[in-house]
Structures are given as structure tokens and as C-alpha cells.
């Protein structure tokens, strides 16, 4: 399915074409900015997903219908398909904004939007000025660090704020779009032709020859699309922030000290610094292939969902941190950093409304979930028509929820099942265990000789597990996997493409219904197979 992309960067893409219109199809983004440290998304059913840097909350987006975004230095807004402006992240560049907006763009002290009226409105700012823009009608704004430029009706560029290097004082002449920086601005003139002002440290300010689409400005660097849609960075390279990819692009954000690009095959590329995760937007800490739909950390706490969603299966809570997160058939439920477990989803038969309590770790499975209280005892939710959800008496370690039975791993190392034992999946073997996978009618353990075992249903050998010594083990609807010790991906049952892993080492692996996802050692995410709802790979990556 072909997709199409929209990128924004943190001081604004200047742009000379109008931007694409976004396609409302499954496994498509609406926008992308990067920020300061962090990035974020806007994805198909208009929810807005960040990573990165979020010690100001400003990768912690609110729920509702956005059309677009921007990341700034240490805040985000959003605007809403009604027109409303929402802000999250640091002070005062983060307040909401009542009126409608047809643009926002945030920057380092500063956020400004362009209303439907065509006139400018800032705020936040730190006494430079940046929040006072000028009278007059504009076509576009940019937020800089400390400074604001737009472009009026009639094409001409208008700055103000802060001027440390003459970064406010635009030449003469007409453009199509400007983008502001810390201490230098660049816009595209109507002859396509590059201009830059204000400081020339590291070459920032000496624009390539050439005509150009597009032009985005980070901290220390720009990159520009050119008319044969290639890109061209300058400026500070210490972070590799100016070192472009080959090929041809969509468009082009430059963050603070990372940028992201747009492919003529609409997949994203990022480069530059990576401290905060901010240029990778596939990095987690965990992921869980659920129906149609997969759920993961990120490294700072933020849960992302994404694929099918008819029941707000993928749309997890805004501004929540959590530390693990299990999609099931059609909810999915995540531990939170206090104990408290968050569902969301499918709720019909209860399974998505979690207890009061503290847990250590939660599982769900078709219609119910099961956890681990504080205490050791089990507490499950949900339907109850075979016994899954009436866990029996005693501590344990931990617990999988599977279609209609559970099992558990008690801390003497046994597993006990309950629910239903149609096909023998709620007997386990004798023997001791370090972890047990519950899947659709089987399970799987691995043993604490880090061996397999696998009892239950076995049409496809989804139960025939092979030998060898394993870490971890993850049972799907069909198929099932494992992490070997070598940190080596082998999977085993349905004979489909979700059982050929790609080649690598990996740190955990997560089986779905009919597809497969695992993260690699640096913490990427790969997933393999085919989904008709844009569950995988990564739907913007």
C-alpha cells in the first residue's frame, strides 16, 4: 500500500511547494518532527506517538485527533483536527492555545501558529521578543531558538526576536519559505534558489548551489531537499547530524542535532546524535505482537501501539510511564512505573478492566488477563467460562494468559495451568521451568536446563519445539519462538513466513497471530511476515 509522508522539523521545514496531503490509509503517518532530543508522529487514526528526551513531559502526548505536530527543544503542540492548538512539555511554550490554526511551529523558547485569519500568534518566549510577532497577514511561521520568521502574503520574510548574529534581518526579495535556527535563518526564494542569514559559524549559513524544494534548520546545521529530490546538509558535522543518506527523498527535518528524511519509497531515515533514542524511531525497550496490532516500550517509559485498532486496542494512555506492556487478542494491558495496571481496548467481557492493586507483571490473553500481584497471587479478569480466570491458590513468580486457559510458573519452579484442557494445554509436564508462554490451545516453558518443552494442540508442530538451549520463549496463535542462548532467533509450527526470522542476535522475541516481532541487541525492532493491518515492521520505519 502506498504511503506518503509529511516531515517537520524542529525550527520548521521551510517548504516551497505546498505540503502533501497525507493518505488515511493503514500503516501511513500524517507527520513527523523532529525535535530538540525527541521526535514524534502523528499516525494514521490521527494519534500522536513521541520518543526520545522527556524529562519536561514533552514526549508524552495527549490523547485525541491531531493533523499535524511539531517537537521543539523541550516542548511539543499538536493541532487538532478542529483547529485547536494543544502544547505539552517545558513552561510556558507549552500552554494551550484557545482559537484556530491553520499551522504551529514550536522552537527553543518559543512557539508561534499561523491562524485561519492568516495572522501570527506566539508565545512562550524568554523576554527576546520572539513571542511578539508582527501586525500583518502571513503563509507561514517558523519558531526558532529565540527568534521568529515568517513569510507574508506578498513573499516577503519578516523576523523578530532575539538577533545575536543578524539571524532577524532577512535580505530583500521574495520567497516561498523560511526556516528559523538558533543564531542563522535559511529560506528557499521563488526561484528556488537558497538564502541564508545570521551567523555563519561552521558553515551554517553558506547554503550549497542549486535549486531546492525545501529547506530545515537544526541547532549547528541545515539540510535542504533539492529539485531532484536528493538531499544536501551543511553546517556542523560532529554528530554525523550532516552526513545525508544517499537516494532520493520526500522531505527533509532537521532537529536539534539529528535529522530525519522521508524516502521516495516513503520509509524514514534518521542520522545524527542518538542519546536520548531521539534519531531512532524503532528503538524499544519491549514489544508484543498482538492481533493485527503490536505494542512496545520505548526507552523512556512511553508505550506506542500501532495497527488495527477498531477497538482502541492501539491507543494506549497519554502521559503515562510504564515499564512492560502484553497485547492480547483485543486489549492490550501495561504495568505502570507504580504498580497499577492500565488496559485499554476490547472490554467486553471485562478483560481491559484491571483490579486496584499493585503488580509486578501483567498478561493477557483472548477475553481475560491474568497478573501478579505485589503479594505473589495471582489476579485474573475477564471471562471466566472454562475456570481461566480462577487461578488456584499459592504464590507465583509469574503468569501467561492464553485463549481460555493460563499458566504459571510458581516460585519451586513447577507450572500450574488452569481453564480449559480441550487438547491437554492446561497439563504441563513434570519437570521445572523458568518461564512458561501460554499461546492459542498450547503452551510453552523453557526449562531450567534451558531446554523447550511445548504441550497443547499441536496441528502445525507448534508444540514440537526443536532442541537446544534457550533464554526465552514466546507462544503465537500458530507458530511459536525463541531466543537461544546464542541470542539467536529459531521458530517452529504453522509453515509461514512468521516463522523465518531474519538473521541477527536479539534480546526477546514476541509471536503473534500469524506474525512475529523481536528487538535486536541495540534495541531496534524487527518484525517479519505479512499483515493486512500495518502491524509491522515499524509502520513509519
Known sequence: MRRLFRVIGLMVVATAAAAPHAQAATGTLRAVSAGGYHSCVVETHHEVACWGRNEFGQAAPPGGAFTSVSAGAFATCG???????????RFSEAQARSGHFRSVSVGGTVACGVQTDDHVACWGGDGSGAASPPPGRFKSVSAG??????????DQVACWGRDFSGETQPPAGAFRAVSAGFSHTCGVRTDDQLACWGSNADGRARPPAGTFKSVSLGIDHACGMRSNDQLACWGANGDGQSSSPTGTFRSVSSGGYHTCAVRSNDQVVCWGRNDYQQAHPDAFDSVSAGDGYTCGVRPNGQVTCWGRNDHGQSSPPAAASFTSVSAGFEHACGLRTDGQVACWGR???GQA??????FLSVSTGVHHTCGVRADELVACWGRNSDGQASPPAGTFDSVSAGHDFTCGVRPDARVACWGRNTFGQASPPAGT???VSAGWDYACGVQTDARVACWGRNVSGEARPPAGAFRSVSAGAWHACGVRTDDQIVCWGLNQSATRPPAGTFRSVSAGYGYTCAIRLDVRLTCWATSSHGSFPFPWF
Do not use: E, K
Open 79 to 89: 493541532l487538532r483536527t478542529d483547529g485547536d492548538v494543544v502544547c505539552w512539555g
Open 145 to 154: 531558538w529565540s527568534h521568529a520568521c515568517g513569510v507574508r502574503i506578498d
Open 347 to 349: 472490554n467486553g467481557s
Open 353 to 358: 478492566s484491571p483490579p486496584a492493586d499493585t
Open 433 to 435: 521451568f523458568r518461564l
